[in-house]
């Protein structure tokens, strides 16, 4: 009679500490993150209603400081065009448009604590993490000032209303589920492993989107994964937006043309219904 294989080893449970802190504890190798997708594809139609999208992986610690992870989302560059309600002589008008490039149409940031624990502010912002460290240029219209006896000084139109302007921006994106900071949004599920969600709202815009996976550790990054994940838009929508784009006059041409058959028709059927 074959004998039967021996038992598996068994396999120790993580303490329950480890887990709580949501922080990665020792392993084996260099100090490294690696991560994965579940879908590097989304693909948008008529139907629509947003998309959720596992991000996974494992960090590799071989020192018994634990590490933190943060997971950056980017979508394509856009820009953003933005008017304020002033009011003169009474009569509240529009001001002079503001149009900022560089705002990413998508962005959200996931880490296993508050990125102010992570890293300080310095550090942050010359990595571009965290919605309060997007790089978003102001308009390019300057002048040139002399301020403390310092001449030549430039200045952005905006002056000292960049910030406003600036935080009206990422206010418009935040309400429309376009900017998200999730805090506790990476979850370690195991020794070294761990998961995030991303979450596209239905108005997300196609286009490639770019995913960075930091290992932070004693404030400082060690170490850095990237991703690439593609949204855009198939069947008849998809053929639609690529006419329109590529021959605009022709697309406007028959849109005129659908809306005068359509207005058209439907006064005939009231006619004789009247």
């Not at 002079?96 to 624990?117: H, I, K, N, Q």
Request: hydrophobic share 40%; with cysteine; proline share 7%.
């Amino acid at each position: 009679m074959q004998a039967l294989p021996p038992p598996p080893p068994a396999i120790e449970a993580p303490a329950v500490e480890a887990l709580a802190t949501g922080r990665s504890e020792a392993t084996t190798g260099d100090l490294r993150v690696a991560a994965a997708l579940t879908d590097a594809q989304v693909h948008v139609d008529s139907g629509f209603q947003g998309a959720s999208i596992v991000l996974y992986g494992a960090v590799f610690n071989p020192t018994p400081d634990p590490a933190d992870v943060v997971v950056v989302v980017r979508g394509p560059e856009a820009p953003v065009r933005l008017v304020k309600k002033t009011r003169n002589m009474g009569v509240w008008l529009n001001s002079r448009p503001v149009l900022f490039e560089g705002a990413p149409g998508f962005y959200m940031t996931a880490s296993t604590r508050p990125l102010s624990d992570i890293a300080d502010f310095g550090q942050l912002r010359r990595l571009g993490v965290g919605v309060d460290h997007l790089r978003i240029d102001a308009p390019e219209e300057s002048r040139t000032v002399t301020r403390y006896g310092v001449r030549d000084v430039v200045v952005s139109r905006l002056g000292e209303d960049y910030l406003d302007w600036r935080r009206a921006v990422i206010r418009l994106k935040e309400a429309a589920q376009l900017y998200d900071t999730a805090p506790e949004g990476v979850q370690f599920v195991d020794r070294g492993l761990f998961r995030a969600e991303v979450k596209l709202p239905a108005v997300a815009p196609t286009g490639k989107y770019y995913a960075e996976v930091w290992l932070f550790q004693d404030g400082e990054p060690r170490s850095v994964s990237n991703l690439t994940l593609t949204v855009e838009k198939v069947g008849l929508e998809r053929d639609i937006y690529e006419f329109a784009h590529r021959s605009p006059w022709l697309y406007g041409l028959l849109c005129v043309v659908l809306a005068a058959l359509t207005g058209y028709g439907a006064s005939r059927i009231f006619s004789r219904r009247g």
